[in-house]
């Protein structure tokens, strides 16, 4: 059955506190689904600039918002153990009252792990941490005690308490590209992330749907969310026209990437100079669009 279209706004936290709050509780009053920051140490497309912590931000967040989804988009696995980004799933969770929609990526930015003294080990490693890390989070926020003996992680008897309150557990998005990766996804996501060409993400998704059909999981129990990066700097995975320079923009890049089988559209949070649009984006857009996305054939 189809569901409706969804829609997020990922921003940065480079701002300062108080203007990051606004930012979030305008989000919020304009109906977006989602809200979702980032997990670096330092901003990759402005490095010099100051940057507050992912999950420490969130869950300040949690407390002076009521309705909107709230999200780490997406936590680097190379920054913390998998028994700490699940206890700090379950404290979020709790104080967002089930708000919390749980992301995990491998980690990618090597020079942030340079520069703060991390381990940044080889693609393959970095996979087959990140498969581990997944299998004890996904644990971990399902039962009260985890035991778990791999390769890179192992726990034992360790107490998951309390349970938190969305019930198996929290949403999980997962981002990845390659084929790898997208394996994982097929095992164990509620939602796949990427961002990419338009081609890149039809071909992305068919991976997917492979996959999922190789261990006999339903395709359609992934949603499918795609993250529009603005064209502000020379970052790799940007979008070449910004979503918020007109309803017309934002509708147009919507149009192009639900052909490709998208069904979520988390973008880069506009600029100041740009609320204007997306609150018309808002109240003039979103509406239409997600009535069309419940009523399209499956």
Same mark, same amino acid.
Request: charged fraction near 25%; aromatic fraction near 10%.
């Given at each position: 059955? @189809?569901? /409706?279209?969804?829609? #997020?706004?990922? +921003?940065?936290?480079?701002?300062?506190?108080?203007?990051? *709050? &606004? =930012?979030?509780?305008?989000?919020?009053?304009?109906?977006?689904?989602?809200?979702?920051?980032?997990?670096?140490?330092?901003?990759?497309?402005?490095?010099?600039?100051?940057?507050?912590?992912?999950?420490?931000?969130?869950?300040?967040?949690?407390?002076?918002?009521?309705?909107?989804?709230?999200?780490?988009?997406?936590?680097?696995?190379?920054?913390?153990?998998?028994?700490?980004?699940?206890?700090?799933?379950?404290?979020?969770?709790?104080?967002?009252?089930?708000?919390?929609?749980?992301?995990?990526?491998?980690?990618?930015?090597?020079?942030?792990?340079?520069?703060?003294?991390?381990?940044?080990? @080889?693609? /393959?490693?970095?996979? #087959?941490?990140? +498969?581990?890390?997944?299998?004890?989070?996904?644990?971990? *926020? &399902? =039962?009260?005690?985890?035991?778990?003996?791999?390769?890179?992680?192992?726990?034992?008897?360790?107490?998951?308490?309390?349970?938190?309150?969305?019930?198996?557990?929290?949403?999980?998005?997962?981002?990845?590209?390659?084929?790898?990766?997208?394996?994982?996804?097929?095992?164990?996501?509620?939602?796949?992330?990427?961002?990419?060409?338009?081609?890149?993400?039809?071909?992305?998704?068919?991976?997917?749907?492979?996959?999922?059909?190789?261990?006999?999981?339903?395709?359609?129990?992934?949603?499918?969310?795609?993250?529009?990066?603005?064209?502000?700097?020379?970052?790799?995975?940007?979008?070449?026209?910004?979503?918020?320079?007109?309803?017309?923009?934002?509708?147009?890049?919507?149009?192009?990437?639900?052909?490709?089988?998208?069904?979520?559209?988390?973008?880069?949070?506009?600029?100041?100079?740009?609320?204007?649009?997306?609150?018309?984006?808002?109240?003039?857009?979103?509406?239409?669009?997600?009535?069309?996305?419940?009523?399209?054939?499956?």
């Amino acid at each position: 059955m @189809p569901q /409706p279209l969804r829609f #997020g706004i990922c +921003r940065n936290q480079t701002l300062p506190w108080e203007t990051l *709050l &606004r =930012h979030f509780q305008e989000f919020e009053r304009l109906g977006f689904d989602s809200a979702w920051d980032c997990d670096h140490f330092q901003r990759p497309s402005e490095p010099e600039a100051p940057y507050f912590e992912g999950w420490t931000t969130l869950a300040a967040l949690a407390t002076a918002t009521e309705r909107i989804r709230l999200g780490v988009l997406v936590s680097s696995n190379t920054f913390r153990h998998p028994a700490l980004l699940a206890k700090q799933a379950v404290t979020i969770d709790h104080i967002s009252g089930g708000r919390l929609e749980l992301g995990i990526g491998t980690g990618w930015y090597e020079a942030e792990h340079h520069r703060f003294g991390l381990a940044f080990p @080889p693609a /393959p490693e970095l996979v #087959g941490r990140f +498969r581990e890390a997944v299998e004890i989070v996904d644990h971990m *926020l &399902r =039962h009260d005690l985890t035991s778990y003996d791999g390769t890179y992680y192992r726990l034992q008897d360790a107490p998951s308490r309390p349970a938190p309150v969305q019930r198996p557990r929290p949403p999980l998005t997962l981002g990845a590209h390659g084929p790898k990766m997208l394996r994982i996804v097929a095992q164990y996501a509620d939602r796949w992330n990427s961002f990419g060409t338009v081609e890149e993400i039809r071909e992305r998704n068919a991976i997917l749907d492979e996959q999922c059909a190789a261990i006999g999981r339903n395709p359609n129990e992934i949603l499918r969310s795609f993250f529009g990066q603005a064209p502000r700097d020379t970052m790799a995975g940007r979008l070449q026209t910004d979503p918020w320079d007109s309803p017309d923009a934002f509708l147009d890049i919507v149009g192009q990437y639900r052909e490709a089988g998208i069904q979520e559209f988390i973008m880069d949070g506009p600029r100041e100079d740009q609320f204007g649009v997306m609150e018309r984006v808002a109240v003039e857009v979103l509406p239409a669009l997600r009535v069309e996305g419940a009523t399209a054939p499956a």
